[in-house]
């Protein structure tokens, strides 16, 4: 492994021959045990001399991966030297982002209302699920306004609204009370309060009078009218109806009209002049004393049958209660035509006894008559189906199956 000089023994050098660990040390290797992050060399003479050198892979700073992503090549020392993005990103720089084109967003970015609540829809997008306003709806309690869609308003103020135009009127004292009588023909009058209009006239038109807890429940108030003298005269638009708790000190009905009363109604006394009038005495309510003047002939009911009382029937078609007390007529004044329905009703005989019609035949829908005094007629009740029950009776004595009564006298029996 090569020559180096040896000492001849005369005072001179020869050569001779290294070693092999010679030759290995002359090389700089030496007996040693290398790290896991040098590099061996082994020497070609000893492989027992090694030299051990710094790995300069080692001495790499380490690549970042970002999130998603993943270490693609790692050198000698197992250092990261690269790094791709996770399958559904792709390179951004030194981040992976999504290649997913899929988006969730709000598909309504308009403005909130007061007292109204967003709704939301669930939307999945590239494996992510998340909520996304589609709207707003308005909160318990509350509705969308008539007039404004971008509203919510209390029930009580949606119902309100609806009265407006020129068919339909709210009125809160009798000024304005009033002035509707005056102009709303073919209308709706809404009440709301306690009106007393003293002694008064009410041109008789096709208007409808309600109250307020009818037309709008939610608004949880009550309404009456309080009448004193009044006068229903017909000016040839119909009459007025009313769907309101009315009390009256005398009602004049003069000319040919149509008077409806179809809810809580009293009054002292209700003269019908004239003639040819259509009286409906409606679900409930107390007269004091019909009085039919001279040479008048009218229809007299019960049960809110006029102008299809759309107010009565909407609302309370329970069963009600009619009491007449008196009656009295002038010479050639009766009544042409009698209806009752679903109702129970209280007269006096000589109410029945002014009944003039051919056959003297009276129709009854539902009702539960009863007549204090006697008949000076015979007189036929012809039972149909009522709108709660097909049950009628007159004086106690009651049709199951639609039989005609007839009454004479004090007495009633199946016909």
Known sequence: WGTKNCDNACGGTRSCCKTAAEYCKDKGYAQQICTGEQIKTVCEADSSYVKCETNPDCQVTPVTVPANGYCSTTNSCD????WECNDGYQKDGNACVSSCTETCEDTYTGTLPANASYTYETC???????????????????TKSRNDSNKCVTMCEYELSGCSGSKCKIVT?????IGANSSMFSSLIVIDGDIDMGTTSFIAKNAYYVDIARYAPSCN???SLKLGDMTATSNGHGAPSFAIPTTA????????????????????NIILD??????DLGLKGTINRITLNPNSTHSLYTGGLLNGDMWSTKYDRSRGKITINNFSASSNSNFNSFQFEDTEVSLPASLLNAYSNSGTEI??????ISFSGSLTQKIYFRPYAGTYTNVSCIKGFCSENGDMIQCSGTTCSSY
Do not use: H, M, P
Not at 173 to 177: I, V
Not at 250 to 262: E, P, R
């Open 79 to 82: 250092i990261c030297t690269g």
């Open 124 to 142: 999945s997008a590239c494996g992510q699920t998340t909520q996304i306003k589609t709207g707003w709806k308005c909160n318990s309690g509350y």
């Open 173 to 177: 004292s009798k000024s304005e009370l």
């Open 221 to 223: 108030r009550s309404s």
């Open 249 to 268: 000190n005398k009602v004049t009905v003069s000319g040919t009209v149509s008077l409806a009363f179809s809810d809580d109604f009293s009054a002292t």
């Open 274 to 279: 004239g003639n040819g009038s259509n009286i």
């Open 363 to 368: 129709e009854v829908y539902g009702a539960d």
